[in-house]
């Protein structure tokens, strides 16, 4: 019995791993997608019968799918140790749980718009593009922070300044940091500059200096931060699978470290040999 359970596990590994079943799990995702698209649009009820089934039959193809992957694992803990197998056993079950009316309905299909995200979950190469992202994310918050900063200087020389020529854009400070935004994203800020120009010729040193720093300096460390981090991560998984350069130094490593472990019993055999 445990043999065929072994051959039968075995069997749901290599589902599991085979590209083409990868593939067609990634179709139905997209076809998950579309279907939850096309209900936001005012259809005939016969089109929308028939997106209730295809909706239900994407979701048995999902529960037949997660089926395979826990079973396909040596056990359940090592199943639900990654994050993402959590997160699509999640998205299944709220699939499947009968909740058709009120707010339960909503959420519902709330959930539903999530599985989307599995594709993140099944495709490496976007797995290793989100996880740059949320490495990133704290590196990023500080030079949010020294940006919101000059921000915030910008903004009160803006509204001392500039009050009194245009409320709507610089009357206060909160006022003042829109405006600065929509400068920062080159939102007709030519018209801006100009507007303030009639009454202070030289104020083109306030918005140049501004763009300078904000667009083009802080933009580029945002982007440096995100591009290093991006690397750091190609390079992680490398090591992990063993692929690219990065994968066959961990792998030369691993044997160094191998061979050292193999010296050092040879050294303490030879010790003996000699006391004895």
Known sequence: MSLDFQALQARLVHLRE??????????????????IGAKTYAISPAA????????????????????????????????FSKAWNVF???????????IENGEAAMLGRLLRIFRVLRLISIIPELRVLLAAFVTAIPRM????????????????????????INPV??????????????????????????????????????????????????????IGIVLETLQAEHQKNDRENGEGEAGEVHIMEQRTREMDQRLIKIEGMLEKLLKN
């Open 141 to 164: 918050g500080y030079v949010s922070l020294l940006m919101f900063i000059f921000f915030y200087i910008y903004a009160a020389m803006g509204s001392i300044f500039f009050a009194k």
């Open 169 to 222: 854009l610089w009357d206060n400070i909160s006022i003042s940091m829109l405006t600065l935004f929509r400068i920062a994203t080159f939102e007709d800020w030519t018209d801006v500059m100009y507007e303030t120009m009639a009454v202070y010729p030289l104020s083109w040193i306030f918005y140049l200096s501004f763009i300078f720093i904000v667009a083009f300096v802080f933009l580029n460390m945002m």
């Open 88 to 98: 699509d056993f999640i998205i299944v079950v709220a699939s499947v749980l009968p």
């Open 18 to 35: 085979n590209k083409i079943f990868e593939t067609f799990v990634i179709l139905v995702i997209l076809v998950s997608a579309l279907v």
């Open 48 to 79: 929308l019968n028939a997106l209730k089934v295809l909706d239900f039959a994407v979701t048995a193809i999902f529960l037949f799918e997660i089926v395979i992957r826990i079973l396909a694992e040596k056990n359940l803990f090592r199943f």
